[in-house]
């Protein structure tokens, strides 16, 4: 079945650009989507189909691909964007999140 | 407004079934899929599987085939999610949420206890 990696943890310094990688094979070949998840609270879609912010998220949120890795990237990172982050494909049609990513901000 | 309303949290005895709510309003129920996913405590969040409620259709986890039955109510626009032989490893925040390619709206969870 197909696997997407994230990085267990991040920390980024207040202000500064946060980088979270998802990596699996072919990424590329497919449309990422990314989840914020804030302690006690259902996720929210931050990104979606690769470089797509819904309404009300800033662009200080946004998405690279290369190879096998998909990067979000978090510009002028605040204290609110603390949080789980977590990235999804559909695999023949079947959903597949990442293990997910704790942003600490510093 | 636009909302996925879940059941209240349950607490269950190994081997017994949980059956989790979800009530959408706000939209047209019948144009959105919705697949329900689990968060085990303090752990990821694990896609369990997905269910039309234009026809009924369902795709499961293979992880939860046989065990997972998802079905639609078009009358209350409710979609159930039951889950059975329930073990401790079950216990979990349930979320059902709108599918639009990504998943765009989230219920709160709901949290299901698995304890003798």
């Known amino acids: 079945s197909y696997e997407l990696t994230q990085p267990l943890s991040v920390s980024v310094a207040l202000g500064q650009t946060a980088r979270i990688l998802c990596g699996g094979n072919?990424?590329?070949?497919?449309?990422v989507h990314w989840y914020q998840q804030k302690s006690g609270q259902a996720p929210v879609v931050v990104i979606y189909?690769?470089?797509n912010r819904p309404s009300g998220i800033p662009e200080r949120f946004s998405v690279s691909k290369s190879g096998n890795t998909a990067t979000l990237s978090i510009s002028r990172a605040q204290a609110g964007d603390e949080a789980d982050y977590y990235c999804?494909?559909?695999?023949?049609?079947?959903?597949?999140f990442g293990g997910g990513t704790k942003l600490t901000v510093l | 407004q636009v909302q996925l309303m879940q059941s209240g949290g349950e607490v269950k005895r190994p081997g017994a079934s949980v059956k989790v709510s979800c009530k959408a309003s706000?939209?047209?129920?019948?144009?959105?899929?919705i697949s329900w996913m689990r968060q085990a405590p303090g752990q990821g969040l694990e896609w369990m599987g997905w269910?039309?409620?234009?026809?009924?259709?369902?795709n499961y986890a293979q992880k939860f085939q046989g065990r997972v039955t998802m079905t639609t109510d078009t009358s209350t626009n409710t979609v159930d999610m039951e889950l059975r032989s329930l073990t401790s490893d079950d216990t979990a925040v349930y979320y059902c949420?709108?599918?639009?390619?990504?998943?765009?709206?989230w219920g709160r969870g709901t949290l299901v206890i698995v304890s003798s």
């Open positions: 949420a709108r599918v639009a390619s990504y998943f765009d709206l």
């Open positions: 706000g939209y047209t129920f019948s144009s959105y899929g």
């Open positions: 269910v039309s409620p234009s026809n009924g259709k369902t």
């Open positions: 072919n990424i590329g070949d497919k449309n």
């Open positions: 189909s690769d470089n």
């Open positions: 999804q494909v559909w695999d023949n049609s079947a959903g597949v």
